[in-house]
């Protein structure tokens, strides 16, 4: 293995390994609310709503829920590890470091990235097991799930590098985040909204990749799902580019 | 690669806030040199070695280790230098021994290698018994020893000690120069920087007085006390900072 392989190695190991060293929040926790979710939204009041576009609403919820809970993880953890990091200045161990700003932000990106699939797929799982959980078009779920857990990834490091207290990040997750993905139409269909409010859902972004998922499972989209996924690929491209832009030129890292 | 271990020049650093921390700063480092760097609070000293480690970008001039530049050549450069911050900046999550597996492998040193001198470090620095706990566990003295260690783990040609000894007990401070003192005998260039005189008259080779951002004399201790026309290093200092009436000769004469 080469210097660079191991610096790299080294720098995502420190990432997933923060994550699984306190495990029961970054993994327990969020698998709870997921099932608390299923629960609430899919058995509970779901038996009372009818199918929507000919899904039980229960299995209709399930996709967005493995999108949002692969996002909301990818974004949280990298926001809560580069602030921790800036906090304690521990973070000046990688960057006094031989490393690139491309391997920093891959290495700090990845982190997020893996536990919001670890996330992901033990909530696929577990769903599977309640219900019966159609995969539909594999070769655009996979893409389209990769590509929002890279999206919110980057979004989480960005978020990080700008922040300079805790209540930034909350800030962001609560105001901002949440809203976008709970009116994205993880719960319902956006459809059934009111005019202005189904006009209003088609500038919401997150609306787009919780379509492609739910396309990529239960085969059904309300979105140009082609379009989706080529303004999914051009965005999270953009945000690379910027956050790469950001740690060149040491933004908010070096003084 | 050059024997010059540190080579500044015209080196300039202005925070976004305006303040300028580091003016024309020129500085030179010889390879196997044990440098003392003196100044008082704010004087630029954290700045500089941030500037050659890659924790700040300076504004303008030059920083070469060992002949590589620091900027455009980062890589290298760093690989070459070992920082002991002035802050403890260790990272909560991990233990001992991770903190320094963890760093090696920042340098690109491979595992077999890591455990090595990770064993090797953790048992020069009396930190057997912590290795499996986590870094917030340990005691002060515990942590200064460890960032210390962390600092060598890559075994860096150019070793930068930024106030290593502040707030440490006696014993650990002996300790420590003892340790110093040995692996610059063994050939590692140190850059030191201090608020305590004796630490440099005991240690440094040369001395550089840095004041508002500026290198105002250097030289050993001999020559700067000749500079400033006073019998040692903490009178020339005392100049320097213009506080000659804190000086031990001005009180001893005051007390008789």
């Known amino acids: 293995m080469t210097a660079a392989q191991i610096r790299f190695l080294t720098l995502s190991r420190r990432e997933v390994n923060r994550f699984m060293k306190i495990k029961k929040q970054t993994i327990g926790a969020p698998l709870l609310e997921t099932f608390l979710y299923i629960s609430v939204f899919g058995a509970a009041l779901g038996s009372r709503i009818d199918k929507l576009h000919g899904i039980d609403y229960v299995v209709f919820v399930i996709p967005g829920l493995i999108m949002m809970a692969w996002a909301i993880n990818a974004f949280s953890n990298n926001a809560s590890s580069i602030l921790q990091q800036k906090f304690q200045g521990a973070i000046q161990d990688q960057l006094s470091s031989p490393a690139s700003p491309l391997e920093l932000l891959l290495a700090f990106s990845l982190g997020g990235f893996m536990r919001g699939l670890v996330v992901a797929v033990l909530t696929f799982i577990a769903a599977s097991i309640l219900v019966d959980l159609p995969v539909d078009h594999i070769l655009i779920l996979l893409p389209g799930l990769f590509l929002v857990g890279f999206f919110f990834a980057q979004l989480g490091v960005l978020i990080g590098v700008r922040a300079e207290q805790f209540d930034d990040v909350a800030i962001a997750q609560t105001f901002v985040l949440q809203p976008l993905i709970f009116l994205g139409g993880v719960f319902y269909s956006a459809s059934l909204l009111p005019e202005p409010f189904q006009t209003l859902t088609h500038f919401n972004p997150v609306y787009y990749m919780i379509a492609l998922v739910r396309y990529g499972f239960l085969g059904y989209s309300e979105a140009n799902v082609a379009l989706s996924l080529l303004f999914l690929t051009l965005a999270t491209a953009a945000l690379f580019a910027f956050n790469l832009r950001l740690f060149s030129r040491g933004y908010k890292l070096r003084a | ?256």
């Open chain 2, 1 to 256: 690669m050059s024997d010059r271990a540190l080579h500044i020049e015209n080196l300039g650093k202005r925070y976004p806030t305006g303040v300028e921390a580091l003016r024309d700063v020129s500085l030179d480092v010889e390879g196997g040199e044990f440098f003392g760097l003196l100044g008082p609070n704010g004087a630029g000293k954290s700045t500089l070695i941030h500037c050659a480690t890659g924790l700040a970008q300076p504004t303008s001039g030059t920083i070469r280790v060992f002949g590589h530049d620091a900027i455009g050549d980062y890589g290298e450069a760093r690989q070459l230098v070992g920082l002991a911050p002035q802050e403890i900046n260790l990272d909560w999550f991990l233990t001992v021994e991770e903190t320094l597996d963890y760093h090696a492998g920042y340098f690109g040193m491979p595992k077999r290698e890591r455990r090595e001198r990770a064993r090797e470090l953790i048992e020069t620095f009396s930190l057997t018994e912590k290795r499996d706990e986590r870094t917030r566990t340990l005691s002060g003295g515990m942590k200064r020893r460890l960032v210390l260690a962390r600092a060598l783990m890559h075994k860096p040609r150019l070793l930068i000690l930024d106030e290593p000894t502040a707030g440490v007990d006696i014993e650990l401070r002996l300790e420590l120069w003892h340790y110093v003192r040995r692996i610059n005998d063994e050939g590692t260039t140190i850059l030191l920087t201090t608020h305590y005189i004796e630490e440099a008259e005991q240690l440094c080779d040369k001395i550089a007085f840095i004041n508002e951002g500026q290198i105002v004399a250097q030289g050993s201790s001999a020559e700067l006390s000749a500079t400033y026309g006073v019998t040692g290093l903490e009178d020339a200092y005392l100049t320097l900072v213009g506080r000659k009436e804190l000086s031990r000769s001005v009180i001893q004469e005051l007390a008789s």
